[in-house]
């Protein structure tokens, strides 16, 4: 969802030197019917479909996820009260500060997370900083590595 820190775990992964790839920022959305936006999937299957040389992260929010080849699926959340503060403040991307996007991004949490986070392997609340984040998600991936 919009404001999960999505995007702020992205930067940190890379930061780490991990392959992280953004859905929205790197060009794998595109604009849909009704103001929404969904994922250009031929392009995130090439992405996933590519020899790995390196653990791939891909994050971002979308219903053409459930179609896609991902080995494991992670569910970052964060509170309604931290949504709705991170929404109106950030700076780096407007969606969500007008009243009619930040009712759509509250409206999709109560309905498509209760979804996501059926096939989620992993739910992350993203209440602390990033780097906490990544340390947790990093952690428990080594975990399945061994």
Known sequence: MSGTGKSALVHELRRRGCA?????????????????????????AELLARPPDRLLFFVGCSEEQVELPFDYRVLLTAPRSVLVQRLRTRTNNAYGRDSVELSQ????????????????????TTTTPPAQVADVLLGHIAGLLD
């Not at 936006?37 to 392009?43: D, F, T």
């Not at 991004?105 to 989620?120: F, G, M, T």
């Open 20 to 44: 992280a790839y953004d859905a929205d920022e790197d060009g794998f959305s595109e604009p849909r019917a009704g103001g929404r936006w969904g994922w250009r999937a031929e392009l995130v």
């Open 105 to 124: 991004v509250l409206a999709d949490r109560a309905e498509v997370e209760r979804l996501r986070r059926r096939s989620a392997d992993l739910v992350l």
